[in-house]
């Protein structure tokens, strides 16, 4: 059973997407009341100046969080960050790690040996992995959440998304696009709010009933076509500002032999992506 989170964890590091990345974490942390922990694991190929720059982000975040009235921690050292990550995680009991998926990610197979998915596979623990695209002042108004028919982890997912949703007050459009069957025209399909609820998929409609209960405003949109695809060009052409993506531990096993839309996102995607793994 999901329980609320309580103890949030940021992973940083010399490059500033991370930084970007951890504001997600804070926000997140202001909204549920959580205690935030910023990470810096300093690995042994690391010059002084990237040491020193991954410092100072960590100092930065470190007096944001607490004029934000957050409690923070803030924990650096020395070794290989996923295995010392693993290791505060376990001890400290956190619910939810944030990192950011790093340039070289996108241009190759993502899940595919890098830290963001030697992360997602092995802490014992929830982990958002925040693919950055605007460097910038980070104030999402719309939130894109793209759902299968099927969803695991409902409740979390919706949490998730609700709060980030309350932190930054905005909006969120939960968008499904089913395969394309002889009743659907080439592009949007609007319907009433009652073919929409008739519409939906079971695990679709029940995120929809958690996210009215978090009292978040939100809107419900059918796009039929390649999944991938059709979410990049709706967060393009609607200018949404955050996409948030879920990704089970078998779509991760999937990904490494035949991509899935989550790897087409990371490279396509017109704004920040968010992917959540539920614990």
Request: proline residues 5%; aromatic residues 8%.
């Amino acid at each position: 059973m999901f329980t609320m989170y309580k103890k949030i964890l940021t992973a940083v590091n010399e490059h500033l997407n991370s930084e970007i990345a951890a504001k997600y974490a804070l926000n997140l942390a202001r909204a549920t009341e959580a205690k935030l922990y910023i990470s810096f694991i300093a690995e042994p190929s690391l010059s002084p100046q990237d040491i020193g720059r991954a410092e100072e982000a960590v100092k930065r975040l470190f007096i944001e969080a607490g004029e934000a009235g957050i409690e923070v921690e803030a924990v650096t050292g020395a070794g290989e960050p996923v295995r010392k990550l693993g290791e505060l995680v376990r001890r400290e009991g956190v619910d939810i790690v944030f990192a950011s998926a790093r340039r070289a990610d996108t241009e190759r197979r993502f899940y595919a040996g890098t830290v963001a998915r030697r992360l997602s596979m092995s802490l014992p623990c929830s982990v958002a992995i925040v693919r950055v695209v605007h460097i910038g002042r980070i104030h999402p108004k719309e939130i894109l959440v793209p759902l299968k028919a099927k969803v695991d982890h409902v409740e979390e997912r919706a949490y998730f998304t609700a709060k980030l949703a309350q932190a930054f007050g905005s909006n969120v459009v939960v968008f499904h696009a089913p395969q394309p069957v002889s009743k659907f025209f080439h592009g949007e399909i609007h319907l009433t709010p009652l073919e929409w609820e008739k519409a939906l998929p079971k695990d679709v409609a029940h995120f929809m009933e958690h996210i009215h209960r978090y009292k978040v405003t939100h809107t419900g949109k059918f796009v039929p076509g390649r999944t991938g695809r059709a979410i990049a060009i709706e967060a393009f052409s609607k200018r949404h500002d955050l996409i948030i993506m879920g990704a089970s531990r078998r779509s991760l096993l999937s990904s490494l032999f035949k991509g899935n839309p989550v790897e087409e996102l990371l490279r396509h995607t017109p704004c920040d992506l968010i992917i959540l793994k539920p614990k």
